[in-house]
């Protein structure tokens, strides 16, 4: 898989790039990310990327021709926009970008994108959270990360994936590890049991019992819909 990353600041990929499940899966050949310097694309002498917002306001505004030069020629790739105007990425969403051939994320920074561009190249928006980062990238690191470790071949484990947190609409139950008593807290009996129908038992009824309790806002989409 491709992943492209329209960014003003490709330094800030080279750590999260380097360690871990992304950089199994691009050592693997499986994943192939090319960072695009938007400042590259940029106007003139200096290279201007931005400007002020038309109307008034506070902070500066991406230019739509820098951007739209970027990603010019990418049009057979799924052009996403990080931005807190986005939906709110979740597994599902990732789960389907992971079986594409090509992904092009766009990171906005200062006061975000002028609008003609997002209308014109971009076909999905997409926001982390109901928060306000200081650009793009760290969106990016996040769609990049959760893809990576759906990729073939890039985790040792694959059960790992199929159950975990969100793949059947609960949240995961809690792990334990050893030692079996660490400070007086003993691990739950049953997992020592050796019964597998019990355990399992028991794990189903924690992620109900944890989702109802933490995220109740899951429940209502129990059973899942895929
Ligand atoms: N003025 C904008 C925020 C701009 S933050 C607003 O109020 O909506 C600068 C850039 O950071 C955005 O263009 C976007 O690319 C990125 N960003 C900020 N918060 C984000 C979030 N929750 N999810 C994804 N991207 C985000």
Redesign the pocket.
Known sequence: MHIAVITLFPAYFEGPLAVGTVARAVAAGVLDVELVALREYGVGNHRQVDDAPFGGGA?MV?MAGPLTDAVEGREDSHRV??????HRLDQATLDHWATLDSLTL????????DERFTEASIDEE???????????EA?AVSVIEGVARLLPGVLGNPASIEIESFRDGLLEEPQYTRPAVFRDRPVPPVLLSGDHGRIAAWRAEQRIERTRSRRPDLLGEYPPRH
Not at 81 to 86: E, H, I, Q, S, V
Not at 126 to 136: I, Q
């Open positions: 902070g991406l926009l990080l931005t807190p105007a986005g766009v990171c906005g920074r200062y006061e975000g994108v997409v926001s982390l959270g109901d928060y306000v980062l200081a650009g793009g969106a």
